[in-house]
Nanobody, 125 residues
Framework: QLQLVESGGGLVQPGGSLRLSCAASGYALDYFAIGWFRQAPGKEREGVSCISSSGGSTNYADSVKGRFTISRDNAKNTVYLQMDSLKPEDTAVYYC??????????????????WGQGTQVTVSS
């Protein structure tokens, strides 16, 4: 059973940066595509970024393109989300998830089988 644990969230001022980590245990992460999702209060969960199992393909939501960067280190069984130029509207609980298949690269939530518990990101002055 694959287990995912997010870390790196916190409170940051607008324009600041955070790096989220998604650490996996129980199974080799390099079999899975990994997605980052977020959910703000009263809103639906939305896809933020995803990366293929090899790391060769990535995808980003329009709202974060040019500001967020996803990467993975399969040797460390960890995926990262570097978030720069943060805005108040980025405030949400961020989740990482693992899945297989092409649908994962299009943020199809049902294609992700394993989910972390989430980490809170708050962007506020």
């Amino acid at each position: 059973q694959l287990q995912l644990v997010e870390s790196g969230g916190g409170l940051v001022q607008p324009g600041g940066s955070l790096r989220l980590s998604c650490a996996a245990s129980g199974y080799a992460l390099d079999y899975f595509a990994i997605g980052w999702f977020r959910q703000a209060p009263g809103k639906e969960r939305e896809g933020v970024s995803c990366i293929s199992s090899s790391g060769g393909s990535t995808n980003y939501a329009d709202s974060v393109k040019g500001r967020f960067t996803i990467s993975r280190d399969n040797a460390k069984n960890t995926v990262y989300l570097q978030m720069d130029s943060l805005k108040p509207e980025d405030t949400a609980v961020y989740y990482c998830a693992a899945g297989v298949g092409i649908a994962t690269m299009h943020f199809v939530i049902g294609s992700y089988k394993y989910w972390g518990q989430g980490t809170q990101v708050t962007v506020s002055s």
